[in-house]
């Protein structure tokens, strides 16, 4: 367990690495430059000043081995977008509205996407089945882009049911966390209704069965533990992707959260903020995965995580 | 199977609570009521800073302008009024030296006093190159300026600052010293890098100078309580106002909302009193009591390389393709709300000498005509020997309406005057930079203005200018912004501006297409809000909910 731990720890490093130099020099290869109108207000000579003071008329070799040695110190650098405020604090600040509306979203999204599943599986090719499915089915088929400000005209204004943005009181959280939950649910109930269809025509089912267990019984200690497993191991990255991915969602709802940060950033080609936030998307889905990985072990426990010999 | 029961019952609660809070706050006005001055805005971008310095963008000017003041404050007929100061400017003859008083017992809003040193302080700081402040040409106008500028080493800086012409005669008297005569002077110190600075607050905050509440400090109407990035900024009235009676708002509560349709939303469910309309929504409303529209200084209009396609310096050709472009069609059908350009200094612009611009220099644009489009290319087209255009695309910014004016453009010109030329839309800093490195055929670009007068237009195409990005150069034009750059006589100076942009449009160099519109919806019971057609986005000193 031990050695397996410590190899994924050096694997995730090395990712990690791969991702910094990957999106720095991709990032120097953007045309333009971090500071918008300021080469129109300033002369030529000004504006080179403007850069060597930012180290940006240095080789981009020499830039990235100092950026890399900052980062090793937790120093990501400052916002050239926000001057004076630093990645780090930034990325610390918005992170708390994108992770609570993410978990928000993904409990949701468990409670109603398994449940649909589940049911959908018990009433295979009865009309529940149906039902379900053409629900999963609009879910998955209808982007974020679209039920967000459906969401917030018709159950915010039309309604006046919640408020249709801002992120103030818990009123606030619920239309952008149904918004976020709509792809969610839907590929979760899909995944659980084909894995408990297929755990159901196992033999260890059958024998469950015949001996004589109740439906409720068979349903819940054998069906359903064992039917969850391969979607406990896309939970991770799902996860990641629902806490991430809120950017329609929190550029729609007012939310100051990272999704809409990120976009910014890219357009207004603030380097530090790109990379920043590139590195911490990136740290927060490789500890995912390990800790899915981890988390499949103990629900699992035919696999051995170290092989034993 | 309690646990359970618990557990149900915790939820219900939650849920029932959530929709009660629900309620009661659809229910109550969040808006602010009649009785009480609290105004709610959607604001559409958070500042980027709030340093008067560095600030550089219209975000940032506007709640400075709210929270800080400088010695003139615009309004609303567009005149600077006595702010910080006690009264305008004693001007020398020769239009170089400024004297100024300041009103007596000014305070900043933590209750110390303010004093002309404050101000010395701050031309001193925005000039210093570490400071790396984009409006530092401006402030650069007083004397020794640019010599601070071009200063290397903090030793340098120091010497240059020490010989700045701008020196605190007393606590309450100031005198500025400019390099050359700028008739708009008075009105340009009403803009924010003219603005105070306390140096004992300003100066430990080091590269975190308004980056937080905590860290802004002002001496105008209002006091930034509480900035929650991206979330919402809260203003409220500062009782150490020199004229704090007049100002009626209590509170101010701005939203960061950057998509408008949720903006309108939360206009219409009464959650704001203020929201900025895009283009379709516009078209949607034009007919509401609420819409108010705002002429900005700001135009958008067309640059022709002619280095990089030889075509382009032949004058006919160029305006073979100003003269195919239908500009009421393109703001018809795209840039609703805003107006056609007759000229390339916006309406609202004053020429330095009392008038409307426009007025005095008419529609000097050239005008759409089909047949004379057709004639001029083909005519443009024999003097240069070349039997059919080179292949042409035209840049222009991705975001917005961007894409659909370059769309509309390659459309005209191919119906017109039957010229193919591709689209390129890219992000705007992309476009900005190809810009200035020449690197385009045709560009789709805006200018704003940085202060009233038509100097900040029309100094771009002289002779060598950075932002004279098609390589054109007349001789005449440039001596006509030089004189204009150095005269104190603002009749003469007035009719050379008008000239030069004859000479521009005459010969084609730029194709204006638009004086760009901000339309806004605002709460009938919002009173006194002005919004200014350039610098800031609305000023609220005047403004009173009824």
Not at chain 2, 348 to 368: H, I, P, S, W, Y
Not at chain 2, 409 to 433: C, F, Y
Request: charged residues 20%; proline residues 4%.
């Amino acid at each position: 367990m031990l050695k397996f731990v410590l190899r994924r720890i050096v694997y995730m490093l090395i990712t990690l690495w791969v991702i910094i130099t990957a999106t720095f020099f991709l990032m120097k290869m953007l045309p333009g430059n971090p500071f918008g109108e300021a080469q129109l207000k300033m002369s030529p000579a000004n504006f080179e000043i403007l850069k060597a003071q930012y180290g940006l008329d240095k080789p981009v070799v020499e830039q990235y081995f100092k950026y890399m040695g900052n980062v090793l110190q937790g120093d990501l650098g400052v916002s050239y977008q926000f001057p004076g405020r630093s990645v780090v604090s930034t990325i610390s600040q918005k992170f708390k509205a994108s992770l609570e509306l993410g978990f928000e979203s993904l409990i949701i999204s468990i409670a109603v996407g398994l449940g649909l599943g589940v049911y959908a599986a018990l009433k295979h090719n009865k009309a529940g089945d149906y039902s379900a499915m053409f629900i999963a089915i609009v879910g998955i088929s209808i982007p974020s882009f679209v039920i967000a400000p459906l969401l917030s005209l018709f159950i915010g204004v039309k309604l006046g049911w919640f408020p249709p943005g801002l992120w103030e009181g818990p009123e606030h959280r619920i239309l952008p966390a149904i918004a976020l939950s709509f792809g969610t649910i839907a590929i979760l109930a899909r995944m659980m209704r084909a894995s408990m269809l297929e755990v159901s025509h196992q033999d260890y089912i059958k024998t469950a069965k015949s001996k004589g267990l109740s439906t409720k019984s068979v349903v819940m200690g054998h069906m359903i533990r064992n039917a969850i497993l391969p979607v406990v191991t896309i939970l991770g990255p799902i996860a990641v992707n629902v806490i991430t991915g809120t950017l329609i969602v929190e550029t729609v709802f007012a939310i100051p959260g990272l999704g809409s940060q990120f976009v910014s950033s890219i357009y207004t080609n603030d380097y530090t903020m790109i990379t920043g936030l590139t590195i911490f998307y990136a740290a927060i889905l490789v500890i995912v995965v390990f800790l899915t990985d981890i988390a499949y072990g103990f629900i699992d426990p035919r696999i051995r995580l170290a092989g034993r010999k | 199977m309690k646990i359970k029961r618990i557990v149900s019952l915790l939820l219900v609660l939650t849920v029932v609570g959530s929709l009660l809070a629900a309620c009661s706050s659809n229910n109550s006005e969040s808006g602010g009521s009649s009785k009480k001055q609290e105004l709610t805005m959607n604001f559409r971008t958070d500042p980027p800073a709030l340093d008067v310095s560095i600030a550089e963008s219209a975000a940032s000017f506007t709640i400075l302008g709210a929270v800080s003041e400088g010695l003139y404050r615009m309004d609303a007929d567009n005149k600077p009024q006595p702010a910080l100061a006690a009264a305008l400017p004693e001007i020398s003859a020769d239009g170089l030296t400024y004297t100024i008083k300041l009103r007596e017992g000014l305070k900043w809003a933590d209750g110390s006093p303010l004093t002309a040193k404050d101000f010395i302080y701050s031309f001193r700081r925005t000039l210093d190159p570490a400071t790396k402040a984009t409006y530092s040409f401006m402030v650069a106008w007083i004397k020794g300026g640019n010599d601070i500028l071009a200063a290397e080493g903090a030793d340098a800086v120091k010497a240059a600052q020490d010989k700045l012409g701008a020196v605190a005669l007393d606590e309450t008297t100031l005198q500025i010293t400019l390099e050359q005569p700028v008739t708009f002077f008075t009105e340009s110190l009403s803009f924010l890098n003219f603005y105070p600075q306390k140096e004992e607050f300003v100066s430990p905050l080091g590269d975190t100078s308004g980056t937080d509440a905590s860290k802004v400090l002002g001496a105008g109407p209002f006091v930034l309580q509480t900035w929650d990035h991206d979330q919402k900024l809260v203003l409220v009235k500062n009782d150490n106002y020199w004229d704090k009676d007049t100002v009626k708002l209590d509170k101010v509560t701005l939203n960061i909302l950057k998509d408008n349709a949720t903006g309108l939303n939360l206009y219409d469910s009464g959650a704001s009193d203020y929201q900025v309309l895009d283009g379709q929504q516009y078209v949607q409303l034009k007919d509401s009591k609420e819409l108010v529209q705002k002429q900005e200084l700001t135009a958008g209009y067309l640059n022709f390389q002619q280095t990089k396609v030889p075509a382009f310096k032949n004058e006919k050709i160029r305006k073979a393709f100003a003269a195919a472009i239908d500009r009421d069609a393109l703001v018809e059908t795209i840039l609703q709300g805003s107006t056609p350009a007759t000229g390339f200094v916006p309406t609202g612009n004053l020429d330095g000498n009392g008038k409307q611009f426009r007025e005095v220099a008419g529609d000097v644009a050239t005008k759409f005509d089909v047949e004379n489009a057709k004639k001029l290319l083909a005519e443009g087209m024999k003097e240069e020997g070349i039997t059919a255009m080179p292949k042409l695309s035209i840049m222009g910014d991705d975001n917005g309406t961007g894409p659909k004016v370059l769309e509309f453009l390659a459309g005209q010109w191919e119906q017109n005057i039957g010229v193919k030329v591709d689209i390129s839309p890219m992000p705007h800093a992309t476009r900005i930079e190809n810009e200035l490195n020449k690197n385009y055929d045709i560009v789709s670009t805006l200018w704003g203005a940085d202060y009233n007068d038509p100097m900040t237009w029309l100094d771009m195409f002289v002779t060598g200018s950075m932002l004279n990005t098609q390589d054109w150069s007349n001789a005449e034009y440039t001596k006509l912004i030089t004189s204009a750059q150095t005269s104190i006589d603002p009749v003469a100076r007035a009719a050379d501006l008008v000239k030069a942009e004859k000479i521009l449009l005459d010969e084609g160099v730029i194709a204006p297409l638009y004086s760009r519109t901000l339309n806004v919806m605002v709460k009938d019971k919002v009173q006194g809000m002005i919004l200014p057609a350039y610098g800031v986005e609305f000023e609220l000193k005047w403004t009173s909910i009824k």
